[in-house]
């Protein structure tokens, strides 16, 4: 007898029985005899249909089922599958132990990858210890359930952690902390991972720091001015100021620390990539600024309306504008490398990955751009509010709008698989990586999402 591709011949009705019982029904290889305890008579199951009446009927049959290819579940003999919402897996003897671990391995492959070790730990030391160490099986699971990534590499990969880092991020319940104390919406928020603490301002010039571990707030830094836009280069702020001036703040000290001064109107958005400050302004122009010299390096002008969100990677900066377009600039050698058209709104936030680019619009949408084939390669519709932030990091794009919703999008498959309820206001900013989302809101609080504690 065969049953997807494996050959069964040497099972024989004295074989223990091999029980699964499922969330579905699903098609068997098996031909067995039983018998009724009701009756005492005998009840032959040569047949799916067979099977399926003698599991509806009070029957006990001895059967070695087996799963195909394209089936998922098999039915526990002698009960109804749908009676339980959670399948178990039984063993008599030492047969299933024996199988070769190819064999146990491509059984497995078919079960719910959230099912996999609970379900194989009862039958043997074999199956509990193949189902948690090949990692054959969980990127089969991985695959089926999330779909690839042609852009990971597989080096080194620990299949089953990142299997549980991703159901994690899509099913794990999780209530959020909130830390609260700024007035006003909150315009940029930091995490910094060594000190455990994060730093958010509001357009009062005020900066307060938070200890993650105890969301009690442990600083205070008052600009004394009114900002419009803040980004961050570890404890430092960089803030862009209704008349034209940034200035960088020392987290620590609470003191200004550098002026810099160009814009002729009000700074909209500011970024730091580490070597270069870069702004964008209501002037229509991108200034890229030395960091450490403080002096204005370069200024990319060619958007016709004000330029209000920028991103940076590898050596480029990204610009969006009131103009409905994105702009692609080389930081070191001052020139437009390309344009991205198509907008049928304001392009309200982007951000940067690799050859990635995301953007937000007021019309709720979001759309991937690919800078090597200079094209949109990609629509994310869901939200329906204007699009205030949008973050992209490997697969995952989290967005947050003015609907008060955050929503986490895989860029594979480009569907939303997590939407965040808990903001009473819009969604104003955002960070997030492999283990929470942090968001800021319009309603002066701040909220951390861990979605994956254990991210390993």
Request: glycine share 10%; aromatic share 8%.
């Amino acid at each position: 007898m065969h049953s997807g591709g494996l050959d069964l011949n040497g099972l024989t009705s004295g074989n223990s029985v091999f029980c699964v019982l499922g969330r579905k029904q699903s098609i068997f290889s098996c031909s067995e005899t039983g018998f009724c305890r009701k009756t005492g008579k005998a009840v032959s199951a040569k047949s799916s249909q067979d099977l399926s009446a003698a599991v509806d009927g009070d029957c006990e049959i001895p059967t070695v089922a087996y799963l195909a290819p394209s089936e998922k579940i098999l039915v526990e003999a002698g009960r109804n599958p749908r009676d339980s919402g959670q399948w178990k897996a039984f063993a008599m003897n030492s047969l299933f132990s024996d199988l070769p671990r190819e064999i146990i391995a491509h059984i497995l492959s078919f079960v719910e990858g959230s099912d996999i070790v609970r379900s194989a730990a009862p039958t043997c030391l074999e199956w509990a210890s193949i189902s948690r160490h090949n990692q054959g099986i969980w990127k089969a699971r991985f695959e089926i359930e999330f779909g690839c990534d042609s852009r990971t590499s597989e080096e080194s990969r620990c299949w089953r952690q990142r299997y549980a880092n991703e159901w994690s991020w899509r099913q794990r319940k999780v209530e959020p902390k909130t830390l609260e104390g700024l007035a006003g919406h909150v315009i940029g928020i930091s995490y910094v991972d060594v000190e455990k603490t994060i730093l958010g301002w509001s357009p009062d010039g005020i900066q307060k720091k938070w200890n993650l571990s105890t969301s009690t707030c442990t600083g205070t830094v008052n600009a004394a001015r009114m900002i419009s836009c803040v980004d961050f280069d570890e404890m430092n702020a960089i803030v862009g100021c209704l008349d034209g001036r940034i200035e960088v703040w020392d987290g620590t000290t609470g003191k200004c620390r550098q002026i810099l001064l160009g814009h002729d109107s009000c700074v909209v958005c500011v970024k730091s990539d580490g070597k270069h400050i870069l702004s964008g302004s209501v002037d229509n122009t991108v200034r890229v600024w030395d960091k450490a010299g403080g002096f204005c390096k370069r200024v990319f002008s060619g958007h016709q309306d004000t330029v209000l969100c920028l991103a940076s990677s590898e050596g480029m900066v990204v610009s969006g504008s009131s103009d409905r377009t994105l702009r692609v600039w080389n930081i070191e050698l001052g020139y437009r490398e390309l344009s991205f058209e198509g907008n049928p709104h304001t392009v309200s936030c982007v951000d940067f990955e690799g050859d990635t680019v995301v953007s937000g619009s007021h019309d709720g949408s979001i759309r991937v751009w690919s800078i090597s084939s200079r094209k949109c390669i990609g629509t994310l519709i869901g939200h329906e509010g204007v699009v205030m932030c949008v973050r992209v990091r490997g697969r995952r794009i989290v967005s947050g709008t003015s609907d008060c919703f955050i929503k986490v999008w895989d860029i594979v498959t480009g569907k939303c698989v997590r939407t965040l309820e808990g903001h009473t206001s819009y969604v104003s900013c955002l960070i997030f990586d492999e283990r929470r989302i942090i968001s800021g809101s319009n309603d002066g609080v701040i909220k951390v999402w861990d979605l994956c504690p254990t991210y390993a």
